[in-house]
């Protein structure tokens, strides 16, 4: 229905999460009406993606270098290291500018139902920074899920012997919902995380 060219980009943007059909076709047709320069922009910026980013070789984060702009900074507290699922993950901590620490990012979780296994998630690297980096915490802010809790088990047993102190984020009913539409886990977690008043 469409000429070659569009239904391509139809196709493409559809591969991007929660892009359906209507919205990718909606997107297609606003690049139609991008002027030359606009439109080279864009083009540019795609290519940019592809070609000039990649994963600091030390945490895992997205970089543009061989090593991201935060492990390079002296100014941060190397001794605590938050570890998160994705690279995505390290953005909201670095909004809410509560600890000036450092990440690691494992680029997945632990499922033995999906195949994936420890040896498939950036664990081996987390213990060459312990050995060579002078690391004490390891913060867990991984996801409250079966994966999660796998995960974050896996990594307690694997560094107890480090002497490495490894804590998790508190997790529990978020604020403003009604305890009646909170799940069972969720429950369970906010109670062994609760504190006094």
Same mark, same amino acid.
């Given at each position: ?58 945490? @895992? ?45 494992l680029g997945g979780l ?65 604020? @403003? ?21």
């Amino acid at each position: 229905m469409y000429p070659k060219c569009l239904n391509k980009i139809i196709d493409s943007f559809k591969d991007l999460p929660g892009i359906g059909e209507k919205t990718a076709e909606r997107l297609a047709f606003a690049l139609i009406n991008f002027n030359e320069e606009k439109l080279t922009s864009f083009a540019d910026a795609i290519v940019d993606v592809r070609d000039k980013l990649s994963h600091c070789h030390v945490c @895992g984060n997205i970089t543009d270098n061989d090593v991201c702009n935060i492990c390079s900074d002296k100014s941060r507290d190397g001794k605590i290291v938050f570890v998160v699922e994705k690279a995505k993950d390290i953005s909201l901590f670095e909004k809410i500018n509560v600890y000036n620490c450092k990440y690691h990012v494992l680029g997945g979780l632990i499922s033995p139902l999906e195949g994936i296994g420890p040896d498939d998630i950036n664990i081996n690297s987390l213990l060459n920074r312990i050995e060579k980096e002078n690391i004490e915490e390891l913060i867990l802010a991984l996801k409250p899920s079966i994966e999660g809790e796998t995960t974050m088990q896996y990594i307690k047993k694997f560094f107890e012997k480090t002497g490495v102190k490894v804590t998790r984020i508190a997790t529990g009913i978020p604020m @403003g919902t009604d305890i009646e539409y909170i799940d069972s886990m969720t429950l369970e977690f906010a109670l062994e995380g609760r504190k006094d008043i």
